[in-house]
């Protein structure tokens, strides 16, 4: 299929369009320059539209309005004829055939709410004698180009990157179906429905026929039954796998996201730990007070006051030295007097009796000097204590002992100071890393990945489960297929049944066979073209050690991409965004050419995020591969690729979007209404609709308006 | 238990050191002022003593006259809990009267004891107010040392 030519009329900002495809071979490129927000997607809508209907528009239309966002109109009579019309050609029985689709539709829009009527469509063949209306023309266009290959054929650079990106299970669903719907597997798959269909009608002619036989209908019944469920459980195994595979990534993207926001810092560990050494900060204040205590108490010492009172000690002791040796410390003159009272005779062998005149004189001397005594005796008592209590405070005493005790209680006093400095460094230094952590939920992440977790878990439970039952149910109907064939022996219409049963069934296993001999081969095809196709389109040159050595579709349709040594990369997050994009279109190119099929490749912004030599090579090799190739393509995707084009565009259009005038454009357009124009400057002509500020001007511009506004 | 000669004597200071007592000492001060390192004196009795110390230590000159009013700033009972500081005021008595009578009449030692802590104290609070930098606990300590250190 080639598109000839595209009229749209009040499909969106597109008022009215025509548009001319290139059909050349030798110049199979048409290329839409248009910068962005000028009508490249509607564009691709549209075309999408006329073909496929609201099953070609995003969200197959749903809150898509197509007519012009100005036009509102006065009442519900009047509405906006929207319509797309496409010109194509298709080989058909070795000639080429030319057909006409127009789909129409009408919307009225009051107050702004929009109502969109049933489309029409309708498709003519063009002959040389007129236009011959096609019957059931949705059917035509469906058999032309299937909808489902319509995200192959129509894509954009982003859309096309859900085959490498997202989940595992979506990315491989997704490119299973695409090989399914280009490879026509799925013709193999209807033929080996209708076997299936086949098989139920001989179990039912059996069961019919089996009237008396109990046990032949019994086992047929069970195999119908059987031959039913066994491909929902195979098709429920599926969905839970893919969902396995699901879970498994977001499990996996959850742990990297742990990974990332660890490695970062965990903010509530730090929060704990900061705790933790606000407690040991705590402690160590105390033991830094406790310190400064001891140190103080070295006030109250008593050697404080040895060292400092030695010489008034010296002197008082010098003192009390003198009393002790005059003997009147201690003071045991009264006790020794009065116990010689109590005795007859003085110690100097003299009598002191009251009966001796002399005694009794010694007597009362005696007596006088105790009483003298007595007025002493509180002084001396005293001094007699203070001697005995006192003679550790007259001990002599080192004058360095104080320096030593101060020095040891100092440093012990340092050491918890030094300690306590510690931590506080220790708790600015935590305060500083919370300070500077995005706010980021570590419990939440975790949980998230300990839910993803426990999810495919019972999912991996259920997966295996369910190819339990599989197997289980499969072993019964090889077990009734067995009996039904020994029952269906016993009588001759039995016999003939048998004899049908065993040709679908052989022609089951050989369905199979093709479908899985397709499958493998074409998928390697399509895979080693792609591999092909991408190492060219990036440039990796295995001799000078390219950093990425191959690409493949593994069975499970998965797009791998590896580095040196056979390293498997993950394309999302080893690969730049050239590079996927280059991945991509590789794979959707390497599809249509294993296919065969013909039929344009329309892409939205393929080039974005290439420049250099990777853009022109994409840009090389797209057209080579393709039939026909509609690229929609911004200023600076062209940039650097007009020689390609100058070899390879057949037609060049630009669109232009009014609004952009005075930022972008350099001259008024005159335009008063809201819609796309049209004119046929190519890449490097300019003309008064299209032509834009230089650089400069607009950086200038965008200056003044923008920054210079908000400043 | 050793009988505490001063437990009815009053030590009275000029009211013009209050505010440094109270500034020095642990037991005037409260909540996160209470910090040894600003206060080194655990009681008031512990400044009184120092300042005394420095005086005897430093051959000053006992101030027995002082003007101006005097306040009432530490009961004798303080010494009861540190009987070797009663001792040593009654050795300074002696020492400073050369005569035992003295230790008789707790007022009179009390009396010269006082007159060596108020000439010791503007030495005292010179110390603890030119730390700068330093806390009183440790440049008090400092000081302390390089005095028996020279001497």
């Known amino acids: 299929m080639k598109i000839l030519k595209a009229s749209i009329e009040n499909f969106r900002l597109l008022k009215s369009v025509d548009i001319r495809f290139s059909t050349s071979s030798k110049k199979n490129i048409t290329v839409i320059r248009a910068a962005n927000e000028s009508g490249k997607t509607t564009l691709l809508a549209a075309l999408q539209w006329g073909l496929f209907g609201d099953e070609g528009l995003p969200n197959k239309g749903r809150d898509f309005r197509l007519s012009p966002i100005d036009m509102t109109l006065g009442g519900e009579e009047e509405k906006i004829p929207i319509s797309v019309e496409i010109l194509f050609q ?40 007129g236009e011959e209306p096609v019957s059931y023309p ?39 179906e695409a090989i399914k719907s280009l490879l026509g597997l799925d013709v193999i798959q209807d033929a080996q429905k209708h076997l299936k269909l086949v098989n139920t009608s001989l179990n039912n002619r059996i069961r019919a026929g089996a ?40 499990e996996k993207e959850a742990e990297s996201n742990l990974e990332e926001a660890l490695k970062k810092g965990n903010k509530e560990e730090l929060v704990q730990e900061a705790e933790r050494i606000q407690i040991k900060w705590k402690r160590a204040n105390e033991d830094v007070k406790k310190a400064a205590r001891e140190h103080a108490n070295l006030f109250k010492n008593i050697l404080f006051g040895q060292l400092f009172l030695k010489k008034k000690f010296q002197k008082a002791k010098k003192l009390l030295d003198k009393l002790y040796d005059q003997g009147q410390i201690p003071n045991q003159t009264i006790p020794v007097l009065e116990e010689r009272l109590k005795q007859t005779t003085c110690i100097c062998g003299e009598l002191i009796t009251e009966n001796d005149k002399d005694g009794k004189k010694r007597r009362e001397n005696i007596k006088t000097l105790i009483e003298a005594s007595r007025k002493s005796d509180i002084i001396q008592e005293k001094i007699s204590a203070l001697y005995y209590s006192a003679q550790e405070l007259l001990q002599p005493v080192d004058v360095n002992l104080w320096s030593e005790k101060y020095k040891e209680i100092f440093n012990s006093k340092q050491r918890a100071i030094q300690h306590l400095r510690e931590l506080g460094q220790e708790q600015r230094d935590i305060e500083t890393k919370i300070e500077k952590l995005p706010d980021v939920d570590i419990k939440n992440i975790r949980e998230k990945k300990n839910r993803f977790k426990e999810q495919a878990r019972k999912k991996h439970a259920e997966e295996i489960k369910l190819s339990n039952l599989i197997s289980t149910k499969e072993r019964e109907l090889s077990e009734y297929i067995e009996k039904r064939q020994r029952l269906l022996h016993k009588d001759e219409k039995g016999k003939k049944i048998n004899s049908e049963i065993e040709v679908a069934s052989d022609l089951e296993k050989i369905l199979n066979g093709a479908l899985e001999t397709m499958r493998n081969r074409e998928i390697e095809k399509v895979s080693s073209k792609m591999n092909s196709l991408f190492l060219e ?175 | 238990m050793i009988h505490n000669s001063f437990a009815g004597v009053d030590i009275n200071i000029p009211e013009k050191y209050k505010d440094y007592f109270y500034q020095y000492c642990l037991t005037r001060t409260e909540g996160s002022k209470n910090d040894p390192e600003d206060s080194p004196f655990p009681r008031m009795v512990d400044m009184w003593f120092l300042a005394l110390c420095i005086a005897a230590k430093e051959g000053l000159t006992p101030k027995f006259e002082v003007e101006g009013k005097k306040y009432k700033a530490i009961e004798g009972v303080v010494f009861g809990s540190d009987p070797w500081r009663s001792n040593a005021l009654i050795l300074l008595s002696l ?8 230790v008789n009449d707790p007022n009179e030692m009390m009396r010269i004891a006082n007159a060596y802590a108020l000439a010791g104290l503007p030495r005292l609070i010179t110390m603890l107010e030119e730390r700068r930098a330093d806390s009183s606990l440790d440049y008090l300590s400092e000081e302390i040392e390089n005095m028996f250190s020279t001497h």
Not at chain 1, 101 to 120: A, L
Not at chain 1, 231 to 241: A, F, G, N, R
């Open chain 1, 90 to 129: 298709i080989e058909e029985n070795n000639n080429i055939a030319k057909y006409r689709v127009r789909r129409y539709v009408e919307e009225s829009v009051i107050d702004g709410v929009y109502e969109r009527g049933s489309s029409t469509v309708m498709l003519t063949r063009i002959e040389t004698t």
């Open chain 1, 138 to 176: 949705e059917v035509k266009i469906r058999r032309i180009l299937p909808l489902e290959l319509r995200e192959i054929f129509f894509t954009d650079g982003d859309r096309a990157l859900s085959f490498i990106e997202g989940k595992r299970g979506d990315q491989m669903r997704r490119v299973k």
């Open chain 1, 211 to 250: 009237g008396n036989t109990a046990d032949l209908a019994k086992v047929t019944r069970d195999i119908s039954k059987l031959e039913e469920e066994i491909p929902e459980l195979e098709k429920k195994l599926e969905d839970v796998s893919s969902q396995l595979l699901n879970l498994e990534e977001y």
């Open chain 1, 537 to 711: 389109m990036i440039g990796a040159d295995q001799s000078q050690r390219a950093v990425i050595t191959k690409a493949e579709i593994t069975k499970e349709f998965q797009i791998i991409v590896y580095g040196m040594h056979g390293h498997p990369l993950d394309p999302t997050e080893d690969l730049n965004g050239a590079s996927r994009r280059a991945l991509t279109l590789a794979f959707i190119l390497a599809l249509t050419n294993v296919s065969e099929v013909e039929a344009p490749n329309v892409i939205d912004t393929p080039l974005g995020m290439m420049s250099g030599y990777v853009k022109k090579s994409v840009l090389f090799h797209a057209a080579k591969e393709s039939s026909q190739l509609i690229l929609l393509l911004t200023h600076s995707e062209i940039n650097n690729c007009e020689n390609i084009l100058d070899d390879k565009a057949g037609r060049v259009y630009t669109m232009t979007n009014p609004a952009h005038y005075p930022n972008i454009l350099l001259n008024d357009p005159g335009i008063s209404d809201s819609r796309i124009l049209f004119c046929e400057c190519n890449y490097r002509e300019e003309c008064k609709i299209c032509e834009r500020k230089d650089d400069t001007s607009n950086t200038e511009y965008f200056y003044n308006n923008e920054i210079g506004e908000s400043k």
């Open chain 2, 95 to 102: 020492s400073h009267t050369d005569d035992i009578n003295v």
